[in-house]
């Protein structure tokens, strides 16, 4: 963008654009959003369709893999009397998976959710019609042929990929395109886990980027079709049901969540990192990455044969850990078994969620901890630790709060889960710099920041930013007159020359160079020009009143980096504003954060201090 010349198009100037924005509120709520909440509705139905058949298929695999017969009864993989040959289940699924990575699409490799959040950064929320379909059928096989993941991270790009279909097929923009494709993913999981509350807020914490009516609308309606219909479909849940604890949580048992969280915090760190160390060392081989998910197969198959529980989804596993079941060699075979078997598969590249496994994770170590933390009842510790670790793990831990006691509907625990979950989010955000999720992100070059706050430019208005012009021009002048007014010194670095009447209204604007020109062909013609006749009327304007952010939304509009301030309703002008006057706004941002001071002095406290500014 050009800074010497502005207000530069004639058909760029003429007229004042005036955005919905300018009608202030609390938000801006277009009324497309009317549009997309329809189209959620079906978004949701196809989303709990995809659950159910993603479900069905994971045992068909499981049976056909493990028990030889075509059937789509729920059955644990861990049940089989295969023995020793158990361990070509998972190589020959992970087999199968290679190839149709390789020969269908490379987009269903992986947890899921990061490539639904790369789709929605960088693909213009587009996703492949067949990853709809080949994504949930790897997955199938990938769970049901062992592999230690959950049904949730598939679900979820299978619903976001339905919700994005549905969106190519109509008008709309990338925006509108991200909603829908969030709604399809909020509805999978909501389906998945009878749980529409966690899934709304699973997408707000990490898919939509933002908090806003166009968005929550559609999602929440997606998300509660999808939780209707799971319970036809599926059965109306919870999926771990609790024994309910008692209603007053003393003292004690409050600062056990907290440490509880802190521990499960540290925990994540290693557990996040163990999937791109292996990542990392299959990456070292010296064959395609087809062939790694087969490797990694041999890894789980062997884990599977000395702990059977670690294989497959581990729905029911964590079902009894939160019920109470804290076997010593139950907790360990999951924190040393599953967690190496998952680690091992999720790095070679093959198909399957993370929530599933951390969840296990989680829920194994709060287990373990209740050998040490005061007895607070059945499953009580398993519970923080399930709802911490995937606080710590994902950066969720809104949801990480409201999922676990969804799953349990053991409501009397939300406050040692809001202990617990803000406990290991506070570790992992201060000790790692990406989520487990992210990391996927930012080893493709991208940069993913999850922090909401208020935009700065919502906080300043024109008025408080613009300057008093150098020099004015009198509409009623000469060509000559103008031209001498902006000769001076004075006014030398003021680009844009506003041109008022004798009561101080605007009537246009003219650049200095375009003064400069006219002036010289004027001059060598010899003729008086009357500045009317070159200022261009009619200019485009920032209102005095207009927020920061409106003024900037029509600086990239319109392609001007300054613009005259004017007097709401009668069109005084009262000054110039500029882009690098918006950096006011930004800089008054920075200061409320780096500005320290003392504004309260109490006796025996030491005397107030002046502020301090720290370096950022």
Same mark, same amino acid.
């Given at each position: 963008m050009n800074n010497v010349e502005d207000q530069r198009d004639g058909n760029k100037t003429t007229g004042s654009t005036k955005p919905p924005q300018e009608k202030l509120g609390d938000f801006y709520v277009p009324l497309s959003v009317l549009r997309i909440t329809a189209l959620a509705f079906p978004i949701g139905a196809l989303a709990a369709l995809a659950a159910l058949v993603l479900l069905r298929l994971i045992a068909l695999f499981t049976n056909i893999f493990y028990f030889g017969r075509f059937s789509a009864a729920q059955i644990d993989p861990g049940q089989n009397h295969l023995g020793w040959l158990a361990i070509l289940a998972p190589v020959i699924g992970g087999l199968i998976v290679g190839v149709m990575a390789?020969?269908?699409?490379?987009? $269903?490799?992986?947890? #899921?959710?990061?490539?639904?959040?790369?789709?929605?950064?960088?693909?213009?929320?587009?996703?492949?019609?067949?990853? /709809?379909?080949?994504k949930p059928l790897s997955a199938a096989i990938s769970i049901g042929s062992g592999g230690p993941f959950g049904a949730e991270g598939p679900i979820i790009v299978t619903g976001g990929a339905f919700g994005s279909m549905i969106a190519q097929m109509f008008?709309?923009?990338? /925006?509108? &395109?991200?909603?829908?494709?969030?709604?399809?993913?909020?509805?999978?999981? @909501?389906?998945?886990? %009878?749980?529409?509350?966690?899934?709304?807020?699973?997408?707000? =914490?990490?898919?939509?980027?933002?908090?806003?009516? &166009?968005?929550?609308?559609?999602? @929440?309606?997606?998300? /509660?079709?999808? /939780? +209707?219909?799971?319970?036809?479909?599926?059965?109306?849940?919870?999926?771990?049901?609790?024994?309910?604890?008692?209603?007053?949580?003393?003292?004690? %048992?409050?600062?056990?969540?907290?440490?509880?969280?802190?521990v499960c915090g540290l925990v994540s760190i290693p557990l996040s990192n163990s999937v791109y160390y292996f990542e990392d060392l299959f990456g070292k081989l010296p064959v395609h990455?087809?062939?790694?998910?087969?490797?990694?197969?041999?890894?789980?198959?062997?884990?599977?044969?000395?702990?059977?529980?670690? +294989? #497959?989804? #581990?729905?029911?596993?964590?079902?009894?850990?939160?019920?109470?079941?804290?076997?010593?060699?139950?907790?360990?075979?999951?924190? $040393?078994?599953?967690?190496?078997?998952?680690?091992?598969?999720?790095?070679?590249?093959?198909? #399957?969620?993370?929530?599933?496994?951390?969840?296990? $994770?989680?829920?194994a170590l709060g287990g373990l901890m209740s050998y040490v933390l005061p007895d607070m009842g059945p499953g009580f510790w398993a519970m923080i630790g399930l709802g911490a670790m995937l606080s710590g793990t994902l950066r969720v831990p809104m949801t990480a709060i409201v999922f676990t006691v969804e799953e349990t509907h053991d409501w009397n625990m939300l406050l040692p889960l809001l202990l617990g979950c803000v406990a290991a989010y506070a570790v992992t955000t201060i000790m790692l710099r990406r989520s487990i999720l992210t990391e996927k992100v930012a080893r493709r070059g991208y940069h993913v920041s999850s922090e909401y706050a208020v935009d700065p430019l919502e906080l300043l208005y024109a008025r408080e930013v613009m300057e008093p012009p @150098?020099?004015?021009?009198?509409?009623?002048s000469t060509l000559d007159?103008?031209?001498?007014? %902006?000769?001076?010194?004075?006014?030398?670095?003021?680009?844009?020359?506003?041109?008022?009447?004798?009561?101080?209204?605007?009537?246009?604007?003219?650049?200095?160079? =375009?003064?400069?020109?006219?002036?010289?062909?004027?001059?060598? %013609?010899?003729?008086?020009?009357?500045?009317?006749?070159?200022?261009?009327?009619?200019?485009?304007?920032?209102?005095?009143?207009?927020?920061?952010?409106?003024?900037?939304? &029509?600086? @990239? =509009?319109?392609?001007?980096?300054r613009m005259p301030v004017v007097q709401p309703g009668n069109g005084k002008f009262l000054g110039l504003i500029s882009l690098d006057d918006l950096l006011k706004a930004r800089s008054r941002h920075l200061e409320e954060e780096q500005r320290r001071e003392q504004t309260l002095w109490l006796p025996y406290l030491g005397p107030a201090r002046s502020s301090v500014k720290t370096n950022s």
């Open positions: 390789r020969y269908g699409s490379d987009r $269903i490799r992986g947890h #899921g959710i990061p490539e639904a959040i790369e789709s929605i950064l960088l693909g213009g929320s587009r996703i492949e019609p067949k990853v /709809a379909v080949l008008h709309l923009t990338s /925006a509108e &395109r991200k909603t829908l494709l969030v709604a399809g993913a909020a509805a999978g999981m @909501a389906a998945t886990f %009878a749980a529409p509350i966690a899934s709304v807020l699973l997408a707000i =914490e990490l898919l939509l980027f933002e908090r806003k009516p &166009r968005s929550i609308i559609p999602v @929440a309606v997606a998300a /509660a079709t999808a /939780a +209707l219909l799971r319970q036809y479909l599926l059965g109306p849940g919870p999926i771990f049901p609790a024994i309910a604890h008692a209603q007053l949580i003393t003292p004690m %048992a409050l600062l056990g969540s907290v440490v509880a969280g802190i990455w087809m062939w790694w998910p087969a490797m990694g197969g041999v890894i789980v198959g062997i884990g599977g044969l000395f702990f059977p529980q670690a +294989l #497959g989804v #581990g729905y029911d596993i964590i079902g009894e850990l939160v019920k109470g079941d804290r076997m010593l060699h139950l907790v360990l075979g999951i924190l $040393i078994v599953k967690w190496l078997i998952w680690a091992v598969a999720l790095g070679s590249g093959t198909s #399957g969620g993370v929530l599933a496994p951390v969840m296990m $994770i989680g829920a @150098a020099v004015i021009l009198p509409a009623d007159l103008a031209a001498e007014i %902006a000769s001076t010194d004075a006014t030398r670095n003021q680009r844009l020359l506003p041109v008022v009447d004798e009561l101080g209204l605007l009537e246009g604007v003219i650049t200095r160079g =375009e003064l400069q020109t006219k002036y010289k062909e004027a001059h060598a %013609a010899g003729k008086t020009v009357s500045l009317r006749e070159v200022m261009r009327a009619r200019p485009v304007v920032a209102e005095s009143d207009d927020p920061l952010r409106v003024v900037v939304n &029509r600086m @990239a =509009e319109t392609g001007l980096t």
